[in-house]
Every structure is written in C-alpha cells, then in structure tokens.
C-alpha cells in the first residue's frame, strides 16, 4: 500500500475512535436515557460531580436539596431532559452555596455550552447530592487529507 494511502486510512480510523457515535458506545447511557436525562449525541458524559465514596463537605441533605431545586426547575428551560445550562446553573445561588472550591472553579472553566443534569451510578441508581455534567461535542471534521505532491 502505498504511504499516502496509509495516511489516509490511518487518519480515517483515527477519526472514527473519537467520533461521537464511539464515545457513547463506550459509556453505559441507559439510566439517563430512561429517565429523559439524556442530553442527546451532539453531549457527552463528562463524569459525576463529584466521588460518591466520600463524603461531602457539609450538609449532605442541604446540597441534595439545592441540586433537585435546581434539576426541578430546568424541566421548561431544555425540553424534557431535565438538564440545564451552566451559565442558569450557575446563576442559582443556593446550587452554587454547596459547591466544593474545586467544583466551583472546574465548573466556571467549562465551556458556555456545557450542561448540567441529574446524576447516576452505574446500576441507575439516582445520586441525589451528585450533578451530571455533559460538554457539546466539537462538529467532526471530515479527515486531513494529504497533499497529491507530498510524500
């Protein structure tokens, strides 16, 4: 096979890896799927807010309470999915009162596109004091192509 035809099939298998339709396959969505928490393909599961084996600083019952406020009143603002963006997130002030420094600071990094949803462990379970956070995929770009002259 000649090197330039290498190239090519080497970028396209590339690009197929890390193409949205690989990343989901790659996750077990079911939970947030059947509960219409499921922001759709053009998202991805970034993770859980934060590590459910610890403890949270504070009050457990306080930051369950300030994050099913926040998910309860997002129903209207991204259709049925039951997520919201960062930015009404973050405009919530008793969701951001229970926010850990790193989560806070993690969170006003993300992208304006990035979402905010209910959270779940592996069995589909609910994570009452967990959020979800999901970030917009970039639009895939169709494959490098290599130059007719170069070798």
């Known amino acids: 096979m000649p090197r330039q035809e290498q190239v090519k099939t080497l970028l396209t298998k590339m690009n197929a890896a890390v193409s949205p339709d690989s990343l989901h396959r790659r996750l077990d969505l079911a939970p947030y799927k059947s509960s219409q928490a499921w922001p759709g393909k053009?998202?991805?599961?970034?993770?859980?807010?934060?590590?459910t084996e610890k403890r949270v600083r504070g009050s457990a019952q306080k930051r369950a309470s300030a994050i099913a406020a926040l998910?309860?009143?997002?129903?209207?603002?991204?259709?049925?999915?039951?997520?919201?963006t960062l930015k009404d997130a973050l405009a919530n002030q008793r969701f951001v009162d229970t926010l850990s420094r790193f989560e806070a600071d993690w969170l006003r990094r993300e992208?304006?596109?990035?979402?905010?949803?209910?959270?779940?462990?592996?069995?589909g379970n609910l994570l009452k004091d967990s959020f979800a956070v999901w970030r917009r995929l970039q639009p895939t770009k169709a494959p490098l192509s290599v130059p007719a002259g170069s070798r």
């Open 42 to 51: 053009p998202f991805l599961l970034v993770g859980n807010s934060y590590n």
């Open 71 to 84: 998910l309860q009143d997002s129903h209207g603002a991204y259709g049925k999915k039951h997520c919201l």
């Open 111 to 123: 992208p304006a596109t990035t979402l905010i949803g209910p959270a779940y462990d592996d069995e």
